[in-house]
């Protein structure tokens, strides 16, 4: 049942995803294994079709959708229990960029290890970024992005942090598909998160 919701992610059919989704998670399979075995090889292929123009932006669009719809029949099983905050999480992905199903799925699991969650949304300029940090007080802000083109965006968040005087106030934590341990450390980040799971262990650490 996992390849055949994998195929009908794949190919943008969110009655099918939606079905199989809820089938597996009353068969007790666990939201994790969905996502890893499932949903998210899925995307990787969307993505490999993608880049070799077997596939367009509207069918991606439409695999994008049904993935986060799936991501909402999840989200439950995902956040259970956990009631005390681990600290405060700010989350956006960075200006130019409207990818945010992985920045999503972080946000997901963050909350789900117990972090409250601020998710700023997409294209996030530096100077929101900025002002939720004020806003929020936050113990790590997280940027995503998944363009290189935007990637540079997350540098002036950091510098508008330290012209704030706010830098050494919390962690910065940044991922998404094109961001590399070396981009992190190029940037002065305190963490990087290769995927989802291994983004909430490395904020776990930075608040620890
Ligand atoms: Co876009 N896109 N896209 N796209 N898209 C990519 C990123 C691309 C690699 C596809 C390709 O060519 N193979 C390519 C980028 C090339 C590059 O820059 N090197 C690309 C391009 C070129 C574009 C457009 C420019 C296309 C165009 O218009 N010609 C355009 C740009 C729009 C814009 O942002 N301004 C565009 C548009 C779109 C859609 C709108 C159609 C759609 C996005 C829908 C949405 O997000 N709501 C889309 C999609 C879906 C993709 C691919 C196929 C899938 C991305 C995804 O959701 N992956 C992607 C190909 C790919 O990455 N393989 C592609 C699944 C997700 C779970 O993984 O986001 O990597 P990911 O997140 C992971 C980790 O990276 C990490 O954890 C997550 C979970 O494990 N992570 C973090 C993410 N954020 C983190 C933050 C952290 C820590 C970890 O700390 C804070």
Redesign the pocket.
Known sequence: MKDQLKQALIAGDAGTVNALTEALLAQDVPAREILDEAL?PG??V???R??SGECF?PE??L???T??GALDLLRPHMLEGESTSAGTVV?G?VE????????N??AMLLQGAGFTVVNLG??VTAAQFLAAVQQHKPQIL?????????LPHMGETIAALKEAGLRDSLRV???????TQAWADELGAD?????????VE??KRLVG
């Open positions: 998210l995307m990787e969307v993505g490999e993608m880049r932006i991606v669009l695999s994008a959708r993935m986060q989350i992905t130019g960029d409207l990818h945010d199903i992985g920045k799925l972080v997409t294209g997280g940027m995503s992005a998944l363009l290189t083109t935007t934590m940044v991922g998404g598909a094109p961001v963490g990087y998160g290769a995927n989802a799971g291994m983004a490395r904020a």
